[in-house]
């Protein structure tokens, strides 16, 4: 990690720890080791990841650790690279990950997204290398400094499955009382609403939201977001309803005659 400092990192690393089950341990914490620029050996040079001698030494720190991940926290901080765009340029970086690889140490890698927000910056070769690719997006809601994002998965090695769908994180809390609360994103549940609305199996806007597993309160934030996303309008949703009650109402009689039958 070139950005952020040794003891700012390793905070932040305590702090996540604390929100996940079961929460990080002392001896946990022994075994992440940080590389960081500003406690780094004031008489030689940080690591340049895109020459040979800088990859020497992550894989050496790597092979001296036994480290069994790398994170590598950003490229373009790590890395000099002369046109991320170029396939040539980029290679050297490629090639550092699959010496990681063959050395047991799987990566993530961290990177900048593009000016659309909607892939990551560069050659499309880095997409080859890796088998997931995952893009983390601001909400609209998130507070500044906050975390807050939704998940997509861009490239899943096993193809798209129910544990892909896209899902909103947020970290709530601070310190050793943080914890990740994770559902589905926006986008995922306008669309799961509009769907459940839609198949006229639900009479009001409760049940509708309780189908995809959200509360009656979010599920009028939801409406809202599939309104202004033009996913339905208001004269469609009460159309629905209509027809759902309705078709309840027959259902219910047919059972009636049948009883009596």
């Known amino acids: 990690r070139s950005e952020m400092d040794r003891s700012d990192l390793f905070e ?4 996540l720890g604390h929100a996940v089950e079961p929460p990080f341990s002392k001896a946990d914490q022994q075994r992440v080791h940080l590389l960081a620029r500003d406690t780094y050996d004031s008489s030689a040079s940080f690591p340049d990841l895109g020459t040979p001698e800088g990859q020497a030494v992550l894989l050496e720190h790597a092979k001296q650790t036994r480290a069994a991940l790398v994170i590598l926290d950003n490229l373009s901080t790590l890395a000099s690279v002369e046109d991320e765009n170029s396939a040539a340029a ?40 890796f088998a997931w690719v995952l893009g983390l997006t601001p909400t609209k809601e998130s507070p500044c400094g906050a975390m807050d ?7 899943t090695r096993n193809g798209a499955n129910a544990a892909t769908v896209p ?39 409760a049940e509708a939201g309780e189908a995809i597993g959200i509360k009656q309160a979010r599920a009028y934030e939801v409406k809202k977001a599939m309104f202004a996303a033009g996913l ?30």
């Not at 990566?107 to 880095?126: A, E, F």
């Not at 994002?149 to 490239?155: M, N, Q, Y």
Request: aromatic share 4%.
């Open 12 to 15: 932040r690393f305590v702090s």
């Open 90 to 129: 980029i290679k050297p970086v490629l090639d550092l990950i699959q010496k990681l690889r063959q050395a047991g140490c799987a990566t993530l890698l961290v990177h900048h997204s593009d000016k659309g927000g909607k892939n990551y910056r560069g050659s499309s070769n880095l997409a080859t290398t």
């Open 149 to 155: 994002v939704t998940l997509e998965w861009h490239k």
């Open 167 to 205: 899902k909103r994180l947020r970290l709530v809390g601070d310190g050793k009382a943080c914890r990740w609360e994770v559902g589905a994103s926006d986008a995922h549940q306008t669309k799961a609403l509009a769907q459940a609305i839609r198949s006229r199996g639900y009479i009001n806007l």
């Open 232 to 261: 339905m309008d208001p004269a469609e949703v009460d159309r629905c309803f209509s027809e759902a009650k309705q078709l309840r109402a027959d259902q219910a009689a047919e059972a009636g005659e049948a009883s009596q039958d």
